[in-house]
């Protein structure tokens, strides 16, 4: 077995079970999101550091859209605050739903681009492949069979157009991080998960799909 598919699936085990005590246990959900929160904004803060340094042209936009990511964090911050909080056990199964499809993305992405290889998907990040990109839309769709009709009350066709969409949108968020980290001329966000890279480098898609997911399914049912 290929070992960075050894090292997410790992990490997927990881994210799972503490996915798994975050839903059953409220206390483990806030104080896991609050240092989880804390670590990620360290290492994205640190990366557009090393972009802006020594780059006058750039600094002002990117410490324009550092301060755009800051209010948009904090905002996603107290929404999931309020999901964990509230009465509303839907958000919550969407929320878990948002984050499954954005793990499967990840490694469907890439077993099928080191399965398959082909055509490169952009140059931002050479290790990704159009059938890599497909692979991650067909893993997600595993999830509709076990939610659909039981957690997750749409009809089949809006649920498959809904999946893909957050794994679009998880797709994205990882491309993005990519393009940061190739700007900043750096492999990993930090070093804090050895042989693994930064919490960002693991939660880039994640964290993207997360709060897009839930507001999706929220509002369109």
């Known amino acids: 077995m290929n070992k960075e598919l050894k090292k997410r699936i790992f990490t997927s085990i990881i994210l799972l079970s503490l996915l798994t005590a975050m839903y059953f246990y409220t206390f483990i959900m806030i104080g896991s999101m609050m240092i989880i929160a804390i670590i990620i904004w360290i290492e994205f803060y640190a990366l557009i550091s090393k972009i802006i340094k020594g780059n006058r042209y750039q600094d002002h936009f990117f410490r324009y859209i550092s301060k755009l990511a ?15 909080e509230s009465d509303y056990t839907d958000l919550k199964i ?93 492999k990993d966000t930090s070093d804090l998960l050895p042989g693994h890279g930064g919490l960002l480098d693991r939660l880039d898609g994640i964290i993207f799909a997360a709060p897009s997911g839930v507001l999706l399914l929220n509002s369109l049912n």
Request: no cysteine; net charge positive.
């Open 70 to 84: 800051s209010l948009f964090y904090l905002s996603i911050f107290v929404y999931f605050i309020f999901i964990i």
């Open 94 to 186: 969407y929320l878990l739903y948002s984050v499954l499809v954005a793990i499967l993305s990840d490694i469907g992405g890439l077993v099928f681009g080191k399965t398959f290889k082909g055509k490169k998907l952009t140059k931002i990040s050479p290790n990704k492949t159009v059938l890599g990109s497909v692979g991650s839309f067909v893993l997600s769709m595993v999830l509709i069979p076990i939610f659909y009709n039981k957690l997750i009350t749409y009809d089949l066709l809006s649920l498959i157009m809904l999946t893909i969409i957050i794994s679009l949108i998880s797709q994205i968020g990882d491309l993005f991080i990519s393009l940061l980290k190739r700007k900043a001329k750096v």
